[in-house]
């Protein structure tokens, strides 16, 4: 019943914000790798699948649904610094996504939450 309360009165948004702002502290931690030029993109993209989307998915166990979306705007983001390309390069999401062989955090939040239910 707490949950349910919490949810009403917003304190589970402010609870996202700060995991996603905790997510962005843990890329910032680490910009020095991942965003180094001189760095292979598959040794920068295996930093960032095992560090960055892990912590993004033990925190999204419990995120209402909806959230998923805002997240995958964030990793676009941080898959483009990545790569080294701007929005303005007008590059699709879709092909950074499997120039860089990333798996999306939506699509792991699916599996992670079936999983969850005995699915697998």
């Known amino acids: 019943m707490a ?4 949810y ?3 304190t589970i948004e402010k609870r996202i ?13 680490l910009s020095g790798v991942l965003f180094d030029k ?10 960032y699948s095992s560090i960055v989307q892990q912590t993004i998915l ?9 959230e998923s979306d805002e997240l995958q ?13 701007t929005r ?13 062989k990333v798996v999306p955090i939506k699509t792991k939040i699916m599996v992670n939450r079936l999983g969850g239910m005995g699915t697998q």
């Open 3 to 6: 949950d349910i309360g919490n």
């Open 8 to 10: 009403n009165n917003g």
């Open 17 to 29: 914000k700060s995991e996603i702002n905790q997510e962005w502290l843990k890329c910032r931690s």
């Open 38 to 47: 001189k760095i292979p993109h598959k040794f920068k993209v295996k930093i």
């Open 58 to 66: 033990y925190s999204s166990e419990t995120w209402p649904t909806k």
């Open 73 to 85: 705007t964030i990793e676009m983001r941080m898959l483009r610094m990545i790569a080294g390309l």
């Open 88 to 100: 303005k390069d007008k590059v699709r999401s879709t092909r950074i996504l499997s120039s860089l």
